[in-house]
């Protein structure tokens, strides 16, 4: 149980383009689903909360308009990228949780912008 | 604010070495901790956590930690290792309430035969 899928697994795009990126729990509902940001042999950074049916709470540094996260439903969140940049290149990884302790991640998407 | 502290970036054992990845955290509410594994190109997977109860807790692949609230650490353990476990560990805290993860810095765990 506890299974968090992301699609795609990695995307290339051209500077200047929007990218999507999906994050759905399986097998449970997921009131609160979480991004990350991962650069290479770094830690995770958090960037921001997405409730069910709520606006994202975003961390301090993380441009809310540049990161767009719905999160419409109890098992779907997406984070677009909107105009990205090549320093927008990174490891997005999800996580979500039934608002119990545990949060369950997914296996993260590679992008990669030209 | 909670912080978490992992003392060694990489630590290099042998094939069937017992091994100790150290954790250390700050915070100023009762904390949650947790071990994650992360494999190259993959996400993270929930190798074990404390929220109560026993300080020593069993997780998955024969793991163990030990939470020490006298001295805020909670150390990763395992007898015997394997070549498979070679990995990125990441320990993590959260006071439960926000469900905020903050995240140490990683160890990078590399198994030779």
């Known amino acids: 149980g506890a299974v968090v899928s992301q699609h795609p697994s990695r995307v290339i795009c051209k500077s200047g383009t929007s990218v999507k990126i999906e994050c759905r729990s399986l097998?449970?509902?997921?009131?609160?689903m979480f991004w990350y940001r991962q650069f290479p042999k770094q830690s995770l950074m958090l960037m921001a909360t997405?409730?069910?049916?709520?606006?994202?709470?975003?961390e301090q540094g993380v441009e809310k308009d540049k990161f767009l996260i719905n999160h419409a439903s109890l098992t779907l969140s997406t984070l677009t990228v909107t105009s990205a940049h090549p320093e927008d290149s990174s490891f997005y990884i999800c996580?979500?949780?039934?608002?119990?302790?545990?949060?369950?991640f997914g296996p993260g998407t590679r992008l990669t912008v030209l | 604010a909670q912080s978490v502290t992992q003392l060694d970036s990489q630590v290099p054992v042998f094939e069937e070495a017992p091994v100790e990845l150290r954790c250390n955290y700050s915070s100023s509410v009762s904390v949650y901790l947790f071990w994650y594994v992360q494999y190259p190109n993959q996400g993270l997977q929930l190798l074990l956590k404390y929220l109560s109860g026993s300080t020593l807790v069993k997780g998955i692949n024969g793991f163990e930690a030990e939470f020490n609230k006298s001295q805020t650490s909670f150390h990763l353990r395992k007898p015997s290792v394997h070549i498979s476990d070679t990995a990125e560990y990441f320990c993590a805290v959260s006071d439960g309430r926000a469900q905020k993860l903050v995240f140490g810095q990683g160890t990078r765990l590399t198994i030779n035969p």
């Open positions: 996580s979500a949780t039934s608002g119990t302790d545990t949060q369950y």
């Open positions: 097998d449970f509902q997921a009131t609160t």
């Open positions: 997405s409730n069910e049916g709520s606006k994202a709470t975003y």
